[in-house]
């Protein structure tokens, strides 16, 4: 499932999610990339949202990589692609990989070829601690509250639904594939060093305008990573988002969203002939 905005003949940008999110991690940048000029593309990951599950499980960093390239096949030139943490992954190997540039320039979102063990471990338990369910909203609000404290507790929770699905019991569950766990985070707490090695190989190659925005409160993008990060593409810029967390869009969309918006209209303008 995706969301699409924005005048058609515009330059496209295309939105990739983290892992347990849904397109609607973006819906407020995506209206400012939209007002903005820009030909939005935002889509529910493989397993996530109201995108079909997996039949045979496989939420590999290959599996997406591999959606992201037909996306970009339907598009008439090439993108740039804003990727969160998971997304940003698929984004990096993508283009890093790829024979010909396959976009025009790339955005990562809190995540780098370098990533933090105990940030990604956080990730994992938050999104395996209650696969069995929630009673109410007032419950997803607490668990949401307590995985990212310096965020406030949202008084009305019902936003939270755009991350839900009800199961026949009745009971909440997050709206994605529990599958996810087995495939996704064994590859990248197993063989992290291996899949290190690969995004790096990854970003030696890619030559695009590429910008890093880093949550200053992040657990996974640590300063040592950025460090790195710099070496390995030496012409990439780095944001850092102040009182933001892992999730920068959701802690502070205004920063992130002037920060985005800025670079792609130095790099990849909206009114520039096309």
Do not use: C
């Amino acid at each position: 499932m995706a969301d699409i905005a924005g005048p058609p003949h515009g330059p496209a940008v295309v939105l990739l999610h983290g892992g347990g999110q849904t397109r609607h991690a973006w819906s407020r940048a995506f209206g400012e990339l939209a007002a903005a000029g820009y030909y939005v593309l935002s889509f529910d990951a493989r397993g996530h949202g109201e995108s079909d599950w997996a039949e045979d499980g496989d939420y590999s960093s290959d599996a997406s990589v591999a959606d992201l390239r037909s996306v970009i096949a339907t598009l008439d030139r090439p993108p740039a692609l804003v990727g969160a943490s998971m997304g940003g992954m698929a984004a990096l190997i993508a283009m890093g990989e790829a024979d010909l540039p396959i976009a025009s320039a790339l955005v990562l979102v809190d995540v780098a070829p370098r990533v933090e063990r105990d940030g990604v471990e956080h990730i994992r338990k938050f999104m395996s601690a209650n696969l069995d369910g929630f009673a109410s909203l007032d419950e997803v609000a607490d668990v949401v509250a307590a995985y990212n404290p310096s965020r406030p507790r949202p008084r009305d929770p019902s936003g939270l639904m755009k991350n839900l699905r009800r199961g026949d019991d009745g009971r909440l569950y997050w709206h994605w594939d529990p599958r996810l766990i087995d495939t996704r985070f064994e590859e990248h707490l197993a063989y992290l060093k291996t899949f290190e090695a690969r995004m790096e190989a990854a970003a030696a190659r890619i030559a695009a305008p590429t910008l890093l925005v880093r949550g200053g409160q992040s657990d996974v993008v640590s300063e040592a990573g950025v460090t790195a990060f710099r070496q390995q593409m030496p012409h990439a810029e780095v944001v850092d988002i102040a009182e933001a967390g892992h999730m920068v869009a959701g802690d502070r969309n205004d920063a992130f969203s002037a920060a985005m918006i800025a670079f792609l209209k130095r790099h990849y303008p909206a009114d520039a002939p096309r």
